[in-house]
């Protein structure tokens, strides 16, 4: 009688003790992991991505537990991909892309990324065409024939240059001689005659745009107002933007073009407590995220929900109600 008694108790034992450890499971899974180095991931050297994401890693470094680091990557949506399989924590990308990966369209045609969550709008992904002037090219559709970067494969900037061209009823292989390169390496071929024209979607002011307009033989040119339409209709998205006269060297009148919201996102499983810390830190930090780029003159509260397309983590969701923002309109 005494051994069955102990059995029972030992099995009663076991029976709670492992009742007990499936729910810590559930919440820890709930609550996500917080992660000892952390990714965040920019795009090329040299374009706004991969600054902020580099000012980003300085400034949490400083005030955050963990050791953050910058990544350069091809684009968005690698990314996309990237943070979906846990290669990184933190990144940058358009909007529309984003939600197209969640969704499992357009470059994600049926494979809809899941681990992926919005965290806040960032600034406007501006849409500069340079151009060299002797080429002949005075509005976009005159790159008809001519050789044009268009950004890595996969990139943001090569799904930005395909629906320009597709705008303007030009196939990005037949149309034009494509060549597949980053804002760096195209500014080199500029330089040196190798191409007439690049396609280069970024914050207004990034240092890549800003070297090659520093000589008078480039220039940016602006968009019409029809072809604008055009593209809003086959990306929302998108919204009509003016880059202000002076903005850069040896550009006297201001440019008509376009634009898309750019937002920081994040892996859905971690934490809500790190997301929250994070964008605290950021927030309260503007004025050293200026020093890095001035396009996070954007960083603000009440922009905080522009162009939102993909849900928010829920760590952003307390943050922003927190803050008083309204985070379901």
Same mark, same amino acid.
């Given at each position: ?7 029972? #108790?030992?099995? =009663?034992?076991?029976? =709670? ?14 609550? +996500? ?13 040299? +374009? ?17 537990? &963990? ?5 350069? %990557?091809?684009? %968005? ?14 990144? #940058?990308?358009? /909007? ?11 470059? #994600?045609?049926?494979?809809? !990324? ?12 501006? *849409? ?20 044009? &970067?268009?950004?890595?494969? +996969?990139? &943001? ?27 760096? !390496? ?7 005659? !190798? ?7 970024? +914050? ?45 060297? @040896?550009?006297?009148? /201001?440019?008509?073009?376009? /634009? ?13 407590? #790190? ?5 605290? %830190?950021?927030?309260?930090? !503007?004025?050293? *995220? ?5 396009? *996070? ?25 927190? @803050? ?6």
């Amino acid at each position: 009688m005494k051994k069955t008694i102990f059995i029972l #108790f030992f099995s =009663l034992l076991f029976i =709670l003790s492992g009742c007990t450890s499936g729910n810590n499971t559930e919440k820890n899974t709930k609550e +996500g992991e917080d992660p000892d180095f952390i990714s965040i991931l920019g795009a090329s050297d040299g +374009g706004t991505f991969f600054l902020l994401a580099n000012g980003m890693a300085d400034l949490f470094n400083n005030e955050l537990d &963990g050791d953050f680091s910058a990544q350069t %990557t091809s684009g %968005t949506n690698d990314i996309i991909e990237k943070l979906d399989d846990g290669e990184g924590e933190l990144g #940058f990308a358009q /909007a529309s892309m984003a939600e197209d990966a969640v969704e499992g369209e357009g470059f #994600f045609d049926d494979n809809p !990324q899941d681990n992926i969550v919005g965290l806040s709008y960032m600034y406007p992904n501006v *849409m500069h065409i340079v151009v060299n002037k002797k080429s002949g090219i005075k509005e976009p559709s005159d790159m008809e024939g001519k050789t044009v &970067g268009v950004g890595e494969p +996969g990139g &943001g900037v090569e799904v930005d240059s395909k629906r320009l061209l597709d705008a303007l009823d030009l196939d990005i292989e037949d149309d034009i001689d494509a060549e597949h390169v980053t804002g760096d !390496q195209g500014s080199d071929m500029l330089r040196n005659n !190798q191409m007439d024209a690049l396609i280069m979607p970024g +914050g207004i002011g990034a240092s890549n745009t800003v070297e090659i307009l520093s000589s008078d033989d480039f220039e940016v040119i602006p968009v019409p107002e029809d072809l604008i339409e055009d593209l809003i209709e086959l990306n929302p998205a998108y919204l009509e933007l003016e880059i202000p006269a002076e903005t850069y060297p @040896n550009q006297d009148e /201001a440019i008509q073009t376009y /634009a898309e919201a750019n937002w920081l996102y994040a892996r859905e499983d971690l934490s809500d407590d #790190f997301i929250y810390d994070v964008l605290e %830190t950021l927030f309260d930090n !503007q004025e050293k *995220m200026l020093e890095v780029h001035d396009s *996070m003159e954007n960083l603000e509260l009440d922009k905080s929900q522009n162009n939102k397309l993909v849900p928010l983590h829920p760590g952003a969701k307390e943050f922003f109600e927190d @803050n008083d923002v309204d985070v379901d309109s």
